[in-house]
C-alpha cells in the first residue's frame, strides 16, 4: 500500500514539474559572467541548463555561464518582441506575438498599434508578391506572342523553324521555301552557330532575330550520320575497305576534302566540306591524325557512328 501511494505521489510530481516546465517565464535579462546580457524570454529554466526564446530562435545557455536572471512579468517582454519582429519584416510573428501581449493585458494600446501596423504591412508585402506574379506572367505571355510571331516570320522569310531544348537549339523544321536543299539541312540538326557566335550563349528571341534581320546569314549545324564501311575500287585498278572521303586535320577534327560520287559517305548524308568532329561518340579534336585514321579503318559492311559539323550560308 505504501509504495503505491509512492507511486502515485511520484507521478503526480512528474506532471507537475513537466507543466511548469513547460509554462513561459517572462525574463528581461540573463546577465552572464563575461558581463554581457541577453534580452528575451525564457522558456525553460533547468538544473544545468536555460533555454531562452530570443527574436532569432532559442539559445541554450549552460547554468554555470549565468551569474543571475532579473525577471520581469506582464507583456513588456512580449512588446519588445513584438518590435523587434516588425524591424525585422517577421510580420506574422509580430502579429502573434502582439495577440499574446493583448491577452495579458486587454488594453495595451502599444500592443494593439504595433499589430495594426505589422497587419497593415503584412497585407501589403502579400499584394506586392501578387503583383509581382502577376507582373511575371504577364511579361511571359507577352514574350512567348512575341515568339510565336517570329516564328511564323522565321518560316515565311527562310523556311525553317528553330526551337529550344534545353541548351541546345534545334532545327525543327525545314519548309519548302528554304533556299537550302534538303540534304543540307534536315529537321533534328543541332544549330551551333549563328553569324559566328555559339547559339547556345544567345537566348531564343536573339537567335530568331539574327536569322530574320541578317542579310546574308551564316550559321553552323551539327549532326550524327552513320557510315559504312565499303569495298570500294580505286581509279579501276586497286581495290580497298573504306568510306570514298579524302581528309585533312584541323583544330575541330578532320574536313572531308574530297568524296567519292555515290560512295559510303554520300550515303550517309556527308558533303564535301563538312566536318568530322566526333567518332563513336568521342572528340576526335586532340587525336593526332594517324590515331583518326587508325578508327575510321575496319572491315566491309562494319557500321561507324560519327558526328559532322556543317556550315551553311542562307542568302
Known sequence: MNSSKILVAGLLLVILTLFFLAKDIRADYICLKDGSTISG????????????????????????NIDKIIHETGDRPLIREAKKYLTDRKFKRAIKTCGEAMEINPDNVEALDIKERAVYAWEKSVAEKKEKVRRQKEKKERMARELEKMQSSLKDKRGIAVRKEKNNYIIADVYDNCPL???EIKPGDILTTVQNTKAARLSIKKVYKLLLTSKKIKMTVRKPVVLSREEILWRGTKKYVGLGISIEKMDKGIKITNIMPDGPAVKAG?????????????????????AIIKRLKGNAGTKLKATIERELTLD
Open 181 to 183: 536543299t534538303k540534304g
Open 41 to 64: 524570454i525564457l522558456v525553460e529554466d533547468r538544473v544545468n541548463l536555460v533555454i531562452y526564446r530570443v527574436p532569432y530562435g532559442e539559445m541554450f545557455i549552460n547554468r554555470e
Open 270 to 290: 556527308v558533303l564535301k566540306g563538312d566536318i568530322i568532329v566526333s567518332l563513336k561518340g568521342r572528340s576526335i579534336s586532340s587525336s593526332s591524325m594517324d
